[in-house]
């Protein structure tokens, strides 16, 4: 169901990125203006990566967000977790102010270079991933690859491997495939119209929302360079093109202290049959619930009012996610 992690979440990508910080703090939706600091770690070379780690406390919390997301969808997530912890937040590859890579943006790449950069950066213990969307199934395959370094993770409405097996009539079929030929089409648009110099805040060409719910009109300046580097859109369609080498989980997960969060509000596609709207959503709880069961503490919790950006709509339960996971690291499971 790559569509609707990757593809339908992805036709919605009209979120913000990072772009260069004023001389002034902007003022925040909310979190804290650190939030878009630039801090720069060279993992190999010569290509660097933009982390930004606020608040002190071990395990360190590192954050990762959907495909065409930012740091800025973590704001109202940033504060609690600080109090506490020490929070990362991260621009992969190609995004926010981050250098992009020549590599395909493929799940083991894209897992190489957080590994590169955690240890570039210092963070040697073990981490607590907080994945949303794409991110969320990259915090999975980062756990696959490097179990020891990691101590717990949330997932957050989190994409999955079979995410596109939905059982589809020939003519559904032809359709999802016409909603992931518009996103490729959306993106390609998008980088020509960079190249161009073409998108500005005045004429975003489909490309930029400078009105966002939960972003202030600061915050939509600061955002809008990003959306005029060619790189970002390629970088989209790169990780969307190669998603799919993720071929999901291949090892028990033991007592790793695991939530996975699901959104309760399954907006029907446009155009899409009662049936196919169905079948997403059956899909994309079973994929949940099956995410949560590799665990013996993991647990797959449907949140109210929720949709896929619930740490902006409904940050409490993301943040008693977090808490939970805390809580349980260095805890013997109940038996």
Known sequence: MRGFCVGLAALAFLWPSLASARAAPPAMSAGSPEMLDKRLFDIGGGRRLNMVCIGKGSPTVVFDQALGGAILDWQYIQAQVSQTNRACFYDRAGYGRSDAADSPRS????????????????????????????????????????PAEVAGMV??????????????????????????????????????????????????QGCFAAKLRYYTRDEAALMLPVYQRPERWETIASEYAHVDEDKGPQRDWGALPL????????????G????FNQS???????????????????????????????????????????????AEIGTPPAR
């Open 107 to 146: 799940p083991r790449n894209v897992t190489d270079d957080l590994h590169a950069l955690l240890r570039e950066a210092g963070e040697r213990e073990p981490v607590v991933l907080v994945g949303h969307s794409i991110g969320g199934r990259y915090a999975a395959y980062y756990y696959e690859r490097f």
């Open 259 to 270: 939530v996975v969060l699901t959104r309760d509000r399954f907006q029907p596609t446009p």
């Open 155 to 204: 997932l957050v409405d989190p994409g999955f491997a079979g995410q596109d097996d939905l059982g589809l009539s020939a003519d559904e079929q032809a359709f999802f495939d016409g909603l992931r030929d518009k996103a490729l089409r959306k993106w390609s648009n998008c980088a020509e119209a960079a190249r161009k110099g073409a998108i500005t805040l005045e004429e975003p």
């Open 272 to 275: 899409a049959s009662g049936a």
């Open 280 to 326: 997403v959503e059956a899909v994309w709880k079973r994929g949940h619930e099956a995410l949560a069961a590799r665990s013996s503490r993991g647990e797959a919790i449907s949140v109210p009012n929720s949709d896929h950006y619930m740490q902006a709509n409904r940050p409490e339960p993301v943040l008693a996610a977090i808490r939970k996971v805390l």
